[in-house]
């Protein structure tokens, strides 16, 4: 979106590596216009319709499987930090310190819940 804006086309470069690029991108950014929502569901596309296809397919790719899977597994973690600490924002005080802790005490899922504490 910044790259096929006027101001950016106006500066006549294809990258950011200018300090007037920089700062081209910089403001359009201040908008909000990039959230850590919007790129979970754009890994998601591409861990789902690009990468397990071609994956799965021809050569045995069992090594690059096994990182494929650590590597979504590191992304998750990544998102659901970023996204507990975008609750812990929104919710009462203390609400989600409570939420932790009773993740903590009653969840039978795999996952340590030490990536939801902020």
Not at 16 to 23: G, I, L, Q, S
Not at 79 to 89: E, K, L, P, V, W
Request: glycine content about 6%; charged content about 30%; some cysteine.
């Amino acid at each position: 979106m910044v790259r096929t804006s006027r101001d950016f086309k106006a500066l006549g470069v294809d990258n950011f590596r200018t300090k007037a690029a920089r700062e081209v991108r910089d403001h359009a950014l201040e908008k909000g216009q990039v959230n850590f929502l919007i790129q979970a569901f754009r890994y998601r596309g591409k861990a789902n319709y690009r990468d397990s296809i071609f994956l799965s397919y021809g050569d045995n790719n069992e090594a690059t499987i096994e990182e494929f899977i650590q590597d979504l597994y590191d992304v998750a973690i990544g998102f659901i930090r970023a996204t507990s600490h975008y609750c812990s924002r929104r919710v009462e005080r203390g609400t989600w310190a409570e939420f932790v802790e009773d993740i903590s005490d009653n969840s039978r899922l795999s996952i340590d819940s030490v990536v939801l504490e902020v």
